[in-house]
């Protein structure tokens, strides 16, 4: 029988992590005879939920196993949320989903909806129900949108892959070791079919997180093989474990179609496109905020300071620019003028930036003075004085381009397509089965 199993919310900030029990429960069906028809699913969630731990992700695990096995199956998945979640903390509420045979439609389009909006539980508990898949619920039971919803990702389009290691339980919380010189000679060796290792800009190296949960490192690329490759590069600790994932990061798969100002939701993904509407301006700590305007209303776009020099560009915007803006509203919608956090901008058209100066002298080409209101100028190198004379118009040379413009890699959410993804989209019919290697032990 074929059996897919959904499951999130299993972790919190201090530890654990939905992943790892994903890595856990390959070993576990392996042994249990399951064939896996495709590879460990990681699926990132609308990004703007409030309740998400870190990055919003929920896995599935698809197997072929024989039904006389399926019972220990889920025994096991049970089993290990229940030994690996930290149902200590307010926030962790787990949610298991089984469900058996060929995944219908209406389940792929509420992942859809999961990833790009936000979802009720009793949509989710009733979608559940009408669709034979069995929903099991720890706590508030929240966790079983995000299972639910990773049971109808079949990431059937665009998608990437992540090598996922994990440490030894007893390094658990302790700092990490991974030599820093070989993931850099990693980026330079894979880079193109890997992306994301290092920011260019500062030279830090992502790919290991800072929090106490298992995982060691992560890299993402383009195919199975280029990030087994590249995860095998690096020098670090002992690994426990580790497992290639197949996922939606990377693909924009949040950001939908192009949504008007009037009708952003809260806590949604959305794309804008309007005319700038007014100058920047930067508050303190740094963020940037210009206020956008449609045909239907006006939005605050915010850049924040860990953008880093993106806010240069959005800086250099002035009133008039037209741009496509890419982000997601955070919070409630229901102030006047909501705020829409960019992940990325792209200026489709400039305005001319005309400014009035005061006028060159005709005699000499000095500077100008005004004689006061509507009183003309004089000359304040020749002292000629021109009584009718009016203010000059002058075109600056603008410090921007037409084109697509992202933060830098470091401060991008996991679900946005990096600039070196784009024309490396997947499409079309899939090779599921997984290739070996694509786990370890
Ligand atoms: P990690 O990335 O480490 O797995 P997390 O950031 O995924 O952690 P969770 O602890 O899984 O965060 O919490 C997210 C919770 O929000 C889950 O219970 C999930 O079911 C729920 N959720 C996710 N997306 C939506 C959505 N679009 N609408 C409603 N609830 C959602």
């Given amino acids: 029988m074929l059996l897919h199993i959904g499951f999130d919310d299993t972790d919190s900030p201090s530890g654990g992590c939905t992943t790892y029990i994903a890595a856990r429960l390959v070993d576990a069906l392996s042994g249990l005879g399951a064939r896996f028809v495709d590879y460990p699913n990681l699926l990132r969630l ?21 039904k006389s096995r399926e019972e220990d199956a889920l025994r096991s998945v049970l089993n290990l949320v229940e030994s690996y979640a930290d149902f200590d903390c307010d926030n962790t509420n787990p949610g298991v989903v089984f469900l058996e045979g060929v995944v219908p439609t209406g389940l792929i389009e509420f992942s859809e909806r999961v990833v790009k909006t936000v979802v009720s539980l009793d949509d989710a508990l009733k979608l559940a129900d009408e669709h034979e898949a069995s929903a099991i619920g720890f706590k508030n039971m929240r966790g079983i949108i995000g299972g639910l919803a990773a049971v109808g990702g079949l990431q059937r389009g665009d998608h990437t892959y992540e090598f996922l290691s994990y440490r030894l339980p007893g390094n658990w919380g302790t700092p990490r070791r991974v030599d820093l010189d070989s993931v850099v000679r990693m980026d330079e060796a894979t880079g193109g079919s890997t992306f994301n290792n290092v920011d260019p800009e500062t030279g830090r190296v992502l790919i290991a997180p800072n929090g106490p949960d298992p995982v060691l490192y992560g890299i993402r690329g383009e195919d199975p093989s280029a990030v087994r490759e590249a995860g095998l590069m690096v020098d670090s600790e002992p690994l426990e474990r580790w497992v290639v994932f197949r996922t939606n990061q990377g693909t924009d798969a949040h950001l939908g179609s192009h949504v008007t100002a009037s009708s952003l939701r809260p806590f949604s993904p959305a794309i804008l496109e309007g005319l700038v509407s007014s100058p920047p301006r930067t508050i303190q700590g740094g963020h940037v905020f210009v206020g956008l305007t449609d045909e ?31 982000g997601g509203v955070r919070g409630e919608a229901s102030s006047e003028r909501p705020t829409f956090n960019l992940e990325k901008l792209e200026v489709l058209g400039l305005a001319r930036d005309l400014r009035k ?18 009183k003309g100028f004089r000359c304040r190198r020749c002292g000629l004085r021109g009584p009718k004379m009016e203010k000059a118009t002058e075109e600056l040379v603008r410090q921007i381009g037409t084109g697509l413009f992202m933060p830098p890699p470091r401060a991008q959410r996991h679900l946005s397509k990096p600039e070196v993804r784009y024309g490396k989209e997947k499409s079309g019919p899939l090779r599921l089965e997984p290739e070996a290697p694509w786990h370890w032990p």
């Avoid at 100066?357 to 005004?370: D, L, Q």
Wanted: charged share 25%; aromatic share 6%.
């Fill in 357 to 374: 100066v005061n006028p060159k002298c005709p005699e000499c080409g000095g500077s100008m003075e005004s004689m006061g209101r509507g």
């Fill in 296 to 326: 239907t209303g006006r939005v605050d776009c915010a850049a924040y300071e860990p953008t880093g020099p993106f806010r240069e560009i959005v800086r250099r915007l002035i009133p008039g620019d037209r741009v496509r803006a890419y």
């Fill in 46 to 66: 609308n990004p703007n939920v409030p309740w998400k731990t870190r990055g919003n992700g929920a896995v599935c695990l698809r197997v072929e196993i024989d």
